[in-house]
């Protein structure tokens, strides 16, 4: 079983930035592809980006490229989530995401919540204007 904690959500005003993280349990962490998503209120969950188990490939959706950059530490079982030039549009929870260990989940399959097998309970990005 993997267990994800998310960190690092906030009130942040609009043009500012924030990082949010997300810690995984367990000794396989280099083999998931990890994925983050965001749901605003009264709204469905949006793929935001995925970062492969290498880190050799990631991917973002049209509404945070160039401003939003995922990358992440196998060292430290952390995926991270760095978000500048934030807009009131980006609030929201923010779940990170991880595949089943070896399912190799890669591009376009990573942009749907069914590939992922383990979801965090989300952290709060608040962003005012």
């Known amino acids: 079983q993997v267990q994800l904690v998310e960190s690092g959500g906030g009130l942040v005003q609009a043009g500012g930035s924030l990082r949010v993280s997300c810690a995984a349990s367990?000794?396989?962490?280099?083999?998931?592809?990890m994925g983050w998503f965001r749901q605003a209120p009264g709204k469905d969950r949006w793929y935001v980006a995925s970062i492969t188990w290498s880190g050799g490939s990631t991917d973002y959706a049209d509404f945070v490229k160039g401003r939003f950059t995922i990358s992440r530490d196998n060292a430290k079982n952390t995926v991270y989530l760095q978000m500048n030039s934030l807009e009131p549009e980006d609030t929201a929870v923010y779940y990170c995401?991880?595949?089943?260990?070896?399912?190799?989940?890669?591009?376009?399959?990573?942009?749907?919540?069914?590939?992922?097998?383990?979801w965090g309970q989300g952290t709060q990005v608040t962003v005012s204007s």
């Open positions: 367990g000794r396989t962490f280099s083999s998931y592809t």
């Open positions: 995401a991880a595949s089943r260990p070896g399912s190799f989940v890669t591009y376009p399959r990573s942009r749907y919540p069914s590939a992922y097998d383990y």
